[in-house]
């Protein structure tokens, strides 16, 4: 039997970006791709403009849906990461932590390094932060298999 927490995080180590899924306060929903980084498998961090709609959807409303896969994989073979979180615009300390980890992962993959000047005001983004409160695989016939990566 596969380890099933095992490959869900070799995807999650090996995909650089999810897909967030959001709603506004009448529940309207919204999906947007965003490129991320993660700590432990149980935080995701990325950048985005607070005006975004996905943005203003998470500040109404804290809760989101992720979901990380590999889009190259032939149709059949694919499997993707589910994950429930909430999440929150990052200011002070933890901030500078979350944008230390970005960056180090943008330089890793060839990107700019961060600092934390890069997302306060007057900059146009800011960093964000889902903490998971549970995750998932694709099981047999499709359905969806709890597992634990932290």
Known sequence: MP????????????????TVATADEAGRP????????HKDYQRFLWVSKPDARHSRNLAARPEAAIVI????????TGQAVYVE?????????????GIALFSARSQDKGGPA?????????APLRLYRATA?????????????????G
């Open 3 to 18: 380890d099933q927490a095992a490959e869900a995080r070799a995807l999650i180590d090996s995909v650089q970006y999810m």
């Open 69 to 76: 896969f590999d889009s190259t994989v032939p149709m059949g």
């Open 114 to 122: 961060w600092t934390p000047d890069d997302i306060r005001p007057p």
């Open 85 to 97: 979180s909430t999440v929150e615009q990052l200011e002070g300390e933890a901030e500078e932590h």
């Open 30 to 37: 919204w999906a947007s791709p965003v490129w991320f980084v």
């Open 133 to 149: 409160s549970a995750h998932y695989v694709l099981g047999a016939n499709d359905e969806r298999v709890p597992v634990t990566l």
